[in-house]
């Protein structure tokens, strides 16, 4: 299947700082791109989804203001964590796909931990 | 809800034992898609089932769906240790101008040696 990397896999840092994680498609074109967060034994929950070139459209609930994703390219989105605060603590995943109809795979990264001290 | 429920929340196995996961939805789909996590990792991609499809073949892995029940099933068969894991289903929609996947809380699947 298709590659999608996640940078950084593991990220500490002091509340109140922000923190950015980068997505990308290594060997096709996302023409969009999922955020999601998990918390443990959870499910994925939606937070967003990108289109190349154009905002991102947020799940209800999620601050747009506070979770920025930005999809510059083809082949990277990022998710940037504004005034990160403890409960903002968790695992991130971005997910890609390649095409704008249905019926196309969509693939995952390997997760970006996040811990907010 | 249009994600995906799985069924049981926890499967314990032995080896060789085949496992099946069932998914249930509420909405019209346009296909439906399993995933496997390792604790603490992403999610792999294991096959995608199209909605005018019934079942589907992948090695040691067949799905079948069923759009007038609104399930799904992931049938194992000869597992493995390395099969342990979590495993999701994920129904597709259309959501507005996009497509897109929700998670139910998946089945943990334990398969002892």
């Known amino acids: 299947g298709a590659v999608v990397s996640q940078h950084p896999s593991r990220v500490i840092c002091k509340s109140g700082t922000s923190v950015k994680i980068e997505c990308r498609s290594l060997?096709?074109?996302?023409?969009?791109m999922f955020w999601y967060r998990q918390f443990p034994k959870q499910s994925l929950m939606l937070m967003a989804t990108?289109?190349?070139?154009?905002?991102?459209?947020?799940e209800q609930g999620v601050e747009k203001d506070k979770f920025l994703i930005n999809h510059a390219s083809l082949t990277l989105s990022t998710l940037t964590v504004t005034s990160a605060h403890p409960e903002d603590s968790s695992f991130y995943i971005c997910?890609?796909?390649?095409?704008?109809?249905?019926?196309?795979?969509?693939?995952f990264g390997p997760g970006t931990r996040l811990t907010v001290l | 809800s249009q994600q995906g429920e799985e069924d049981p929340q926890a499967l314990s196995i032995q080896e060789g034992e085949n496992a099946t996961m069932n998914c249930s939805y509420k909405?019209?789909?346009?296909?439906l898609q399993w995933y496997r996590q390792n604790s603490g990792r992403g999610l792999v991609h294991l096959i995608l089932i199209r909605s005018n499809e019934r079942e589907k073949h992948s090695g040691r892995l067949r799905v079948t769906l069923d759009t007038s029940k609104k399930s799904s099933s992931l049938l194992i068969t000869a597992s493995r240790a390395a099969d342990t894991a979590s495993y999701f289903c994920a129904p597709e929609v259309s959501g507005g101008s996009n497509y897109k996947l929700t998670f139910g809380k998946g089945t943990l699947l334990t398969v002892n040696p």
């Open positions: 997910s890609a796909r390649s095409g704008t109809s249905f019926d196309n795979e969509q693939f």
């Open positions: 990108s289109n190349e070139g154009s905002k991102a459209t947020y």
């Open positions: 909405t019209s789909i346009n296909n």
């Open positions: 060997d096709f074109q996302a023409t969009t």
